[in-house]
């Protein structure tokens, strides 16, 4: 771990040295890791109480300015108590902020439900960090009709699915529009980690929508309050999902633990009419 510099320690009941800090390579949307070491300068005890009491570690994401970002960040539990003058190393779980470039990260200590502690003066390192793509540019594809994606315009970047970072699952009389696969891998690389987006379904000559898939129907863009599963969704390696009740037939997925999700109604698929 890299040390931190001196500092200004305060006096009181709640105060924290920082001896070291060590980050790991942030991607955007994923789970990160940061190693701390710090010491209890304080007069009370640090107890690591669970749930909504205790001291934890948590962080907050800066823009260049110092604009907060993300506050409130995931909580670290304490490994056991520290009196004044201990000190102990702690691992952190960062959920990194969306969408790739340079931010800031502020570490602070929080007594859960009552105060940070740089909120009564004690000092809150501040790293510069540069947050990447979440994933490469491969996307694997599975249930796919035979020529179903002969049309994409970004067609180096469909592999197949044991060598993608992400897998998408369509189904039979299922069609991508010809830029599906390269807005799927631009929302993953953004650093979402479950991606849908709408389904064209026409129901009869009309061409009206089938009831069923109305809520998921051509039009708009992204909706970050969207209620309902995604469906035919591309998901990156090693995220969690809940599958759903099929809608219309087509696979249905939720998102799990707090991960980023995306419905973009301009992510495109077709599903010809099937006939009664």
């Known amino acids: 771990m890299e040390t931190v510099g001196d500092h200004p320690v305060t006096a009181g009941p709640l105060s924290v040295r920082w001896l070291a800090v060590e980050l790991a390579p942030q991607r955007a949307g994923a789970i990160g890791v940061a190693r701390v070491a710090i010491e209890n300068a304080g007069l009370a005890t640090w107890r690591p109480q669970a749930g909504s009491r205790g001291v934890k570690a948590s962080y907050h994401w800066l823009d260049s300015l110092g604009n907060a970002l993300l506050w409130d960040g995931l909580r670290t539990e304490l490994l056991h ?24 990260l502020a570490f602070d200590l929080v ?7 740089a909120e009564v003066g004690s000092y809150a390192p501040e790293l510069d960090v540069e947050v990447t793509s979440r994933c490469e540019r ?27 970072a992400a897998v998408a699952r369509l189904a039979p009389g299922v069609t991508p529009a010809s830029d599906w696969a390269r807005r799927v891998l631009d929302a993953h690389q ?27 129907a051509p039009g708009g863009g992204r909706n970050p309050g969207f209620a309902h599963p995604l469906l035919c969704a591309s998901v990156l390696a090693g995220v969690e999902v809940e599958e759903s009740a099929p809608v219309g037939g087509l696979p249905a ?11 973009d109604a301009r992510i495109q698929l077709s599903r010809r009419r099937v006939r009664p």
């Open 81 to 104: 108590e520290v009196p004044p003058g201990g000190r102990i190393e702690l691992e952190l779980a960062v959920r990194t902020v969306m969408p790739p470039g340079r931010y800031r």
């Open 138 to 164: 491969r996307l694997g594809v599975v249930d796919a009709d035979a020529g179903a994606l002969a049309a994409q315009d970004e067609p180096e970047a469909i592999v197949p699915p044991g060598e993608a």
């Open 190 to 216: 953004e650093g979402y980690g479950v991606v849908g987006g709408s389904i064209e379904a026409p129901a009869g000559p009309l061409r009206r929508q089938a009831a069923e898939l109305a809520p998921w």
């Open 111 to 117: 007594d859960e439900g009552k105060r940070w502690f």
């Open 253 to 263: 997925v939720r998102a799990l633990g707090g991960e980023p999700w995306v419905y």
